[in-house]
């Protein structure tokens, strides 16, 4: 049982176009958890069916097994981070940080005591009195972080919270919330497109797709081993050849080429996929197995290796290969295919 869990989720703006399409998810207390997708899979959805923006069509949201799913924002003590970071201008970075706490109209001693706390927490100390303004992007979404974070709120909510930020900070930010986030405690949602952002800082990530979740697993297990056509592509894999099950891990291509695979699945017909990475430019061959003949159309150089575009029987095969051997446009090479690094989706 999760600490948050998402039952049989239906969200319609319309009643016949479903934004999502029975969702379920369990997230365990403590955990970071992800939500990846392209735009328009619905991952801001389910952030705020949590958050209580949205109330959704069927289904439940549960907290530590309590119904909230008709419970308004105002009365769920949850913390958002938005893109916008949303920050009052008017406000010090103090003021900024201490405003939930003064709606909740605590003692000003505890305020002091939990804003200090907090600002030395999200590293913002000595900016107290400065205002959004005088701040760089990383400190004013440490301050938006601090806000949220200063109310102790059950559960984490961040809506894609780095995208405002140049490449170089955003990976300092990602590193600085998710030690916030190990240090704390707190049970985390995070909702990104970026599929680097999200492996690097999740402890289990849901890949989203037309309203359902395709593969919820640690980034590690997904890196490694897509479930569906859909995961495997938006991860990066990007050759893709069909085959059909000869015997158990053996598989033929529409050339009569056989492919042995040491992860086999149950499935009769079926895609085989492999990373540009794994594939192997060979010089002899020694068996008829995992072997495809064809022509270099495109070779790109990438700095410490070459990307080739190969003309196969089989169809377009991309492969990077070290800088040992260059091939020309034009050439004819052997490829490779490690039964171990195939992966049947």
Known sequence: MGYIRLKDIRVS??????????????????????????????KTTTLRVIAGFIEPNDGQFLLEDEDLTHVPVHKRNFGLVF???????????????????????LDKNVIQEKVDAMIKACDLEGLGQRFPKELSGGQR?????ARALVIEPKILLLDEPLSNLDAKLRINMRIEIKRIQKKLGITTIFVTHDQEECFSISDKVAVMNKGVIEQYDTPEEIYAHPKTEFVARFIGFENFIPLKKKENHVYVGENGALFHVD?????????????????????????????????????????KSYQYEVATELGRVVVNSSNEHIYESGQDIVLLLPANKIILV
């Open 13 to 42: 703006y319309d009643n016949k176009n479903n934004i999502l399409e029975g969702l379920n998810l369990d997230i365990q207390k403590g955990e970071l958890v992800s939500l990846l997708g392209p735009s328009g899979c619905g």
């Open 83 to 105: 893109q916008s970071y949303a920050l009052f201008p008017h406000l010090t970075v103090f003021d900024n940080v201490a405003f939930g706490l003064k709606l909740k109209k």
């Open 141 to 145: 979404q440490r301050v938006a972080l």
């Open 263 to 303: 992860n086999d699945v149950d499935c009769q017909s079926c895609q085989a996929t492999i990373r540009p990475d794994d594939i192997l430019v060979i010089t002899s061959v020694d068996n008829k197995e995992n072997i495809l003949k064809g022509t270099v159309e495109v070779r790109t150089f990438l700095g």
